[in-house]
């Protein structure tokens, strides 16, 4: 059975850090790209941040040079360092795990962060 959880989501102000993780079971890890997305409450989910299989990494302009996508395929988890947080990064972030052109595509549950003085 395929999981994804992630962790590290949480309260921090304006200016903050965090680091979120999502752990990988089930699926060969570093046959996979893995992205991370986040939903803002009424709007869309968006990608954040994506690296594939190969390492090679790509972000969204809104968090360019703030976040950091990484991923430890020892340890079959990958990262996202959140620097510099804004009140609009407010939103619920989830981890996907895809091989492109295949049926394979997972989701975690997500984790929420909350950018708030």
């Known amino acids: 059975q395929v999981q994804l959880v992630e962790s590290g989501g949480g309260l921090v102000q304006p200016g903050g850090s965090l680091r979120l993780s999502c752990a990988a079971s089930g699926i060969i890890f570093s046959r996979y790209g893995m992205d991370w997305y986040r939903q803002a409450p009424g709007k869309q989910r968006e990608l954040v941040a994506t690296?594939?299989?190969?390492?090679?990494?790509n972000y969204a302009d809104s968090v360019k040079g703030r976040f950091t996508i990484s991923r430890d395929n020892a340890k079959s988890t990958v990262y996202l360092q959140m620097n510099s947080l804004k009140p609009e990064d407010t939103a619920v972030y989830y981890c996907?795990?895809?091989?492109?052109?295949?049926?394979?595509?997972?989701w975690g549950q997500g984790t929420q962060v909350t950018v708030s003085s």
């Open positions: 690296i594939t299989s190969a390492g090679s990494t």
């Open positions: 996907n795990a895809h091989i492109i052109g295949t049926h394979y595509n997972y």
